[in-house]
């Protein structure tokens, strides 16, 4: 800039030359500046700077062309500190200069690169400030434009700010597919996918409460920030954004971390919007550290209170009445209920574009406080209003993940409900709640959707699966092949997030339809508050509530018991060995049987049971349990989902399917045992237990037995798989049937096992096969041998042909051999 400064043209055209260079290099640095954390107001006064050298240059098409440049950069400054309404004036601005460049061009598309770069931050800056209309307009023109001159990549970046747009509005689904359709153009043009791109989608994945999975992928985009170290501004970014998923994670630590490290960058930036909002991370990882230890810091309650009052009105509204709302809840664990209320009243209620966690807290605060004045059917009104406005944004999701995942915004509002109804010992009411607030994912009536771009992106994982496999038997390196398989499983796990679709929301189940359709039937429906396990047992016309101890230690003993069958799993152990572990099961079992079994007995008496297992619980093989063999167990996540699956009409197809996998040991003459009890069913063994010949001989079945080695996958569960000719099949793929298999059975692997998201959602191979239409699921919660299998399967398979119900078949199954048929009846029975 000084050596620009100490020029002295020697005549206009030199000094014509001279201005436009000097304007577009201070535009540059200004540009630059914005991405590497410089100061807003130095660059707003540089711009100011060489806008007074404009009614110098003589040329009107050069005076607009640089006219259009310095707003539209001035815009970028004014939004980077949040000031989104001043920035669109100026964009205004830029694009009118542009408009006129355009028109005066002979041809205008090299032109159309800044001309759509405006045309698209306005359209950001719109939905920031939540003129969704204005936004949509601005994003659609620039769209048909880069489409109409096939302007690839300015299309993809379009993609971005209207996947925000989606997202301020509540569409997850439409928001995630719009930055998938980004990236894959951004790959196929070769150009470098800009971190802000997995910043956003991180960013939706936060709004569909998948924080683990936001947390996860934040952390691949800090890892590549960090060597990018100039990026201050996005690094800063990002980091709010983990913070944000470390507290939905609760881990409060780490938010702490994140939150103070993002906000000492915004400090620097001056962005107001962005410090308040690291501020109000901190405050929250603080209050709930506070209310969860009892330990409340005298200063608290003023700190979220100067907090609140130091934020700029009305821009920071939100941020502002969510410190409130802390400051809420602090006063009201410290008894100053009059304090609280005063407090709360200038809570604004929610608008529009208001994010479902304000609505959800808001909710919180004010059944807290009616359960502070001892209003406590008030709490649970406020707390039915706050999960019914939680099921409208559950209702726009996609993919099963999406579906399950919105539970986490409402957890605190459901922990709190259950607690006020246990506290009442009120048995029918706590039935209703628990049903109101768990598993909702299976409410939703299946609708079968194929995804070409999602089958295709499976299709390579499997054949870079087989590709590894083969690499390790020629003794070839397999790093390169590792690495493609994850990004390619990644991409697929991606748009898994917003391909499914879902029907109708099935209405909650009451307690006299469950119980007229229970018969001679029990069911015991788990709950827990804090560490307290109670059991709801509906059985012969009553129903009735059963303190059952502490939640962490049945927590404790199932995950022994499960660590125990594990062991025992493998067909030829030592006898010395067998014998130490089949001790210790049996004294975990032991353990369950006492804790959860014996004190219901006199509600249960002898008759077979619906279990509605909670949290840890769902690792359970209750078939095992001394005081329950023998006895027909069909578990279910909910008493809503097993009605649904109960009342589930069966195929009229009578078709039989009966799978082989590769690689099982003395399993050779078991299908030909199965055979005999289904003369004409289709048998897909070696060769031609391919993926695609199976799912085409699964889909409208009335039974299919799959006997194949498989794997849980506990970090991406809808990517469980069972090992077939030609590589895995995964639970993605089966749920997509149009008609998956009215009865599926799982004769080899731990395919039972979920992962258990807040409010009970259980996300794995089965859960998936029942969400998606099947009505029953036979599979183990632990390892089984091959052998064990077998025997297991031959079993079972001739109680089914002698005309027992699926449950009644496989309790006489388990009880032959307990400890190494740890499997389960899941869905109806």
Same mark, same amino acid.
């Given at each position: ?51 007074? $050298? ?6 009107? !098409? ?26 669109? &004036? ?57 489409? !109409? +001159? ?16 989606? $997202? ?25 996918? +800009? ?138 664990? !410290? ?31 004010? /059944? ?72 909702? &994912? ?26 590894? +496999? ?83 230690? /049945? ?115 078991? $299908? ?19 993926? !695609? ?13 799959? /006997? ?11 990517? &469980? ?10 639970? +993605? ?29 259980? $996300? ?7 969400? &998606? ?30 005309? /027992? ?25």
């Amino acid at each position: 800039m000084a050596m620009l400064d100490s020029v002295d043209p020697v005549d206009d055209g030199d000094r014509a030359q001279w201005l436009a260079a000097r304007i577009r290099l201070t535009n540059s640095l200004v540009a630059l500046g914005t991405e590497t954390g410089g100061e807003v107001a130095a660059g707003l006064a540089e711009l100011d700077e060489v806008r007074s $050298l404009l009614d110098e240059v003589g040329d009107p !098409k050069l005076r607009a062309e640089l006219s259009g440049a310095i707003d539209h950069n001035y815009g970028l400054l004014l939004m980077a500190v949040g000031q989104n309404e001043n920035g669109i &004036s100026y964009f205004d601005a830029s694009i009118r200069h542009k408009d006129f460049v355009l028109a005066s061009a002979a041809d205008p598309v090299p032109l159309l690169d800044p001309y759509l770069g405006t045309m698209i931050t306005r359209g950001l800056a719109y939905t920031r400030s939540g003129d969704v209309g204005r936004a949509r307009e601005d994003l659609a023109h620039a769209m048909d434009i880069a489409e !109409k +001159h096939e302007l690839r990549l300015q299309a993809a970046d379009v993609r971005r700010p209207l996947g925000s747009l989606e $997202l301020r509005i509540g569409n997850v689904p439409a928001a995630l597919r719009l930055y998938e359709e980004s990236e894959r153009i951004y790959r196929a043009l070769g150009v470098e996918i +800009h971190p802000l791109l997995r910043l956003e989608q991180g960013q939706a994945l936060l709004a569909a409460g998948l924080a683990d999975e936001a947390g996860r992928h934040l952390d691949e985009v800090l890892e590549v920030m960090h060597e990018q170290t100039s990026i201050t501004r996005d690094l800063a970014d990002v980091e709010l954004y983990r913070a944000s998923a470390a507290l939905m994670s609760d881990d409060l630590e780490l938010a702490r971390r994140y939150a103070a490290s993002a906000r000492r960058r915004m400090l620097r930036w001056g962005c107001q919007t962005c410090v308040a909002n690291a501020t109000i991370i901190g405050l929250r990882a603080d209050v709930r550290d506070a209310l969860r230890t009892d330990e409340i810091p005298p200063t608290l309650t003023a700190r979220a209170l100067r907090a609140a009052t130091g934020m700029p009105m009305p821009r920071l509204a939100d941020q502002a009445a969510l410190a409130r709302m802390l400051a809420v809840r602090v006063e009201l664990r !410290k008894g100053k209920h009059q304090r609280a209320a005063e407090l709360l009243a200038r809570i604004p209620r929610p608008g529009k574009l208001t994010s479902v966690d304000y609505r959800m807290l808001r909710r919180l605060c004010r /059944a807290e406080l009616a359960v502070a004045e001892g209003d406590k059917a008030r709490a649970l009104a406020e707390i039915r209003v706050g999960l019914t406005e939680l099921d409208r944004v559950r209702d726009r999701m996609g993919g099963l993940e999406l579906v399950s995942g919105t539970a986490l915004h409402g957890r605190e509002l459901a922990d709190l409900a259950v607690k006020i109804v246990l506290e009442r010992s009120d048995a029918a009411r706590l039935f209703g709640w628990t049903e109101r607030t768990r598993a909702q &994912s299976y409410r939703y009536e299946p609708v079968a959707v194929t995804d070409p771009d999602l089958a295709e992106r499976v299709g390579e994982v499997r054949g870079l699966d087989q590709a590894i +496999h083969q690499a390790q038997h020629d003794g070839h390196p397999t790093a390169a092949l590792r690495a493609k398989y994850t990004e390619r499983l990644r991409e697929a796990h991606r748009l898994g997030w917003h391909t499914g679709r879902w029907g109708r929301p099935r209405p909650v189940a009451g307690l006299a339809e469950v119980g007229d359709s229970l018969g001679e039937r029990a069911l015991v429906s788990f709950a827990s508050s804090d560490d307290e396990l109670v059991a709801v047992v509906v059985a012969g016309g009553r129903c009735e509530l059963v303190h059952l101890g502490s939640a962490a230690r /049945a927590g404790e003993s199932a995950r022994m018991l499960n660590v125990d069958l594990n062991a025992l799993a493998p067909d030829q152990l030592p006898g010395p060995l067998v014998h130490s572990v089949l001790g210790s099961a049996r004294k975990q079992t032991e353990r369950l049987d006492t804790q959860l079994i014996r004190p219901l007995m006199e509600l249960i008496g002898d008759r077979g049971l619906v279990v509605v297992p909670t949290g840890s619980l769902y690792a359970v093989p209750w078939g095992v349990l001394p005081g329950l063999r023998s006895r027909p167990i069909v578990v279910a996540p909910s008493a809503t989902a097993w009605l649904g699956a109960e009342r589930s009409k069966a195929p009229r197809a009578r078709k039989v399917v009966l799978v082989r996998g590769p690689g099982l040991v003395g399993t050779r003459g078991e $299908l030909d045992k199965l055979a005999t009890h289904y003369r004409t069913a289709q048998t897909l063994t070696g060769s031609e237990a391919t993926v !695609k010949a199976v799912l085409r001989a699964l889909d409208g079945a009335k039974l299919a037995h799959i /006997a194949a080695h498989g794997a849980h996958e506990p970090e991406n569960a809808l990517f &469980s798989r069972l090992e077939l000719a030609d590589g895995a099949l995964f639970a +993605h793929e089966m749920a997509g049937l149009a008609q998956p298999p009215s009865q599926v059975v799982f004769a080899a692997c731990e395919l039972a096992l979920n992962r258990i998201r807040p409010g009970d959602e259980a $996300l794995g191979f089965a859960s998936a096969l029942l969400a &998606s239409g099947s009505r029953t699921v036979i599979a183990p919660l632990s390892r089984v041998g091959d052998e064990a299998a077998a025997a297991a399967m031959d079993d079972y398979h001739r109680g089914l042909a002698e005309g /027992a119900g699926p449950a009644t078949a496989l309790a006489d199954t388990i009880a032959v051999d307990p400890f190494r048929r740890p499997f389960v009846c899941l869905g109806a029975g």
